[in-house]
T-cell receptor
């Protein structure tokens, strides 16, 4: 069964600083990978997805992520963080094996210092 | 596109009572998913529908839980004889059948069982 690990429970960065959130997955074949963001009281919003092809994917709000098969990683990056980026970020994997469920990590809470 | 809506947003109930939640997906979407999110965890898959057919159920979905999507539009999730362990955020998502991993989430229903 697939699994997702987000090693960092909470990260604090200064506004304008760069950001990298880590995600490691466990899955036998090429996975479908996702990053979602959840603001307090809100549902999850899809930031970006990777299915195949170019391993660097661009998403909304200036986020990007890079798929590294050798490291089983799909880290999320942003060059300059804004205060409005403070939220919880979830990495997820879909198996693509006839099941459409997503398996999520436990999330990383991002705090932004003005 | 008005997004996925869920009702109610919050529900407080006493242990042993039955509760029902409603999800209205994005109107063009024919797949609908239910997830549960407990504090400090990522969402966990419960079940999904394609039109009115329930095609997959997680082992998390005990016999006290039942979900329906009678006309292939809105869905309900009922929990019978609630237990304190049922306290969680219940999230609904929807997608097109041919883009099943692009799941759009609603704001969730937060259930508190006292």
């Amino acid at each position: 069964a697939q699994s997702v690990t987000q090693p960092d429970i909470h990260i604090t960065v200064s506004e304008g600083a760069s950001l990298e959130l880590r995600c490691n997955y466990s899955y036998g074949a090429t996975p479908y990978l996702f990053w979602y963001v959840q603001s307090p009281g809100q549902g999850l919003q899809l930031l970006l997805k990777y299915f195949s092809g170019d391993t660097l994917v661009q998403g909304i709000k200036g986020f990007e992520a890079e798929f590294k098969r050798s490291q089983s990683s799909f880290n999320l990056r942003k060059p300059s963080v804004h205060w409005s980026d403070a939220a919880e970020y979830f990495c997820a994997v879909g198996s693509g094996a006839g099941s459409y469920q997503l398996t999520f990590g436990k999330g990383t809470k991002l705090s932004v210092i003005p | 596109d008005t997004g996925v809506s869920q009702d109610p947003r919050h529900k407080i109930t006493k242990r042993g009572q039955n509760v029902t939640f409603r999800c209205d997906p994005i109107s063009e979407h024919n797949r609908l998913y239910w997830y549960r999110q407990t504090l400090g965890q990522g969402p966990e898959f419960l079940t999904y529908f394609q039109n009115e057919a329930q095609l997959e159920k997680s082992r998390l979905l005990s016999d006290r839980f039942s979900a329906e999507r009678p006309k292939g539009s809105f869905s309900t999730l009922e929990i019978q004889r609630t237990e304190q362990g049922d306290s969680a955020m219940y999230l609904c998502a929807s997608s097109f059948w041919d883009r099943s991993y692009e799941q759009y989430f609603g704001p969730g229903t937060r259930l508190t069982v006292t």
